[in-house]
T-cell receptor
């Protein structure tokens, strides 16, 4: 079963615009991560935000976390055609054993 | 530093056959997780191994099994293949950080087609 659910499932924007993706989850987490997947390949880790953090930045990425609403958002600023990919949020329930659970993902298309 | 290596990258099987997929984690990573990815279903967790022990298992039938060797390399096996098993199978290794965060490094995947 999925823990996270991304919204929207697909997003198409023009190069230079900002892209915002949202994620909701169901149970308490240790941290939340965002990954990127280029078509048909493995996922690449982008950024991790801990449950006691509210916002985190990494280059053009900004992640927020609201544990009271069990939601997170990923903002990509000044998007580029190379950002075209699927983005997944993943919830980490570490605490004795590891099980990172992924959502269905948001497919982002950046039009040059 | 070599990444996570999955073999084979592509394979075609027929219904009823069985398949074994292999995953070599990053050197020093002792945790290996397997996921099944199908269109519309996202990544479904299969199982996770640490030091040759299965620590966690997803909601898959018993046809799906795995193991981990002493060198941390892992294999997963699917027996009596069904058409619905066609998917991209992803392996990820991780090194649990001191803070307890579990960041996964993925391989490129093994794409299985069942005819």
């Amino acid at each position: 079963s999925q823990q996270g659910e991304e919204d929207p499932q697909a997003l198409s924007i023009q190069e230079g615009e900002n892209a915002t993706m949202n994620c909701s989850y169901k149970t308490s987490i240790n941290n939340l991560q965002w990954y990127r997947q280029n078509s048909g390949r493995g996922l690449v880790h982008l950024i991790l935000i801990r449950s006691n953090e509210r916002e985190k930045h990494s280059g053009r990425l900004r992640v927020t976390l609201d544990t009271s609403k069990k939601s997170s958002s990923l903002l990509i600023t000044a998007s580029r055609a190379a950002d075209t990919a699927s983005y997944f949020c993943a919830t980490d329930h570490s605490g004795g054993y590891q099980k990172v659970t992924f959502g269905i993902g948001t497919k982002l298309q950046v039009i040059p | 530093k070599a990444g996570v290596t999955q073999t084979p990258r592509y394979l075609i099987k027929t219904r009823g056959q069985q398949v074994t997929l292999s995953c070599s984690p990053i050197s020093g990573h002792r945790s290996v997780s397997w996921y099944q990815q199908t269109p519309g279903q996202g990544l479904q967790f299969l199982f996770e191994y640490f030091s040759e022990t299965q620590r966690n298992k997803g909601n898959f039938p018993g046809r799906f099994s795995g193991r981990q060797f002493s060198n941390s390399r892992s294999e997963m096996n699917v027996s009596t293949l069904e058409l619905g098993d066609s998917a991209l199978y992803l392996c990820a290794s991780s090194l649990l950080s001191a803070s307890g965060a579990n960041v996964l490094t993925f391989g490129a995947g093994s794409r299985l087609t069942v005819l």
